[in-house]
Nanobody, 124 residues
Framework: QVRLAESGGDSVQAGGSLRLSCRAS????????MAWFRQAPGKEREGVAT???????NYADSVKGRFTISKDNERSILFLQMNSLQPDDTAMYYC??????????????????RGQGTLVTVNS
């Protein structure tokens, strides 16, 4: 069993930056891909970024060039650096993981583990 705990959500002005963290604990010895999903009020949950077991990142078109996903394997922490934030980025952000080489960034329910979320609010 792997437990995921997100942190770093906050309220910022448009154009600002935030870095989200997700600490994995428990049976982290097995390899897994990881990803960030988000859900804005009244909208469907969407994949933001994924990172494969070998560290290869993929991004949703809406965040390309602004967000960067990375991971620290030694400390079992996943990061999401978010720059040039816009009001449309306002959402609850969820960290997920799956025992798979590649995470499907379009299928939240297919993930093996999910965090409780951290709230990001971007004010105009």
């Amino acid at each position: 069993q792997v437990r995921l705990a997100e942190s770093g959500g906050d309220s910022v002005q448009a154009g600002g930056s935030l870095r989200l963290s997700c600490r994995a604990s428990g049976h982290t010895s097995r390899s897994y891909c990881m990803a960030w999903f988000r859900q804005a009020p009244g909208k469907e949950r969407e994949g933001v970024a994924t990172i494969d077991i070998d560290g290869a990142p993929n991004y949703a078109d809406s965040v390309k060039g602004r967000f960067t996903i990375s991971k620290d394997n030694e400390r079992s922490i996943l990061f999401l650096q978010m720059n040039s934030l816009q009001p449309d980025d306002t959402a609850m952000y969820y960290c997920v993981a799956a025992h798979s080489w590649v995470c499907n960034g379009k299928d939240y329910d297919a993930m093996d583990y999910r965090g409780q979320g951290t709230l990001v609010t971007v004010n105009s």
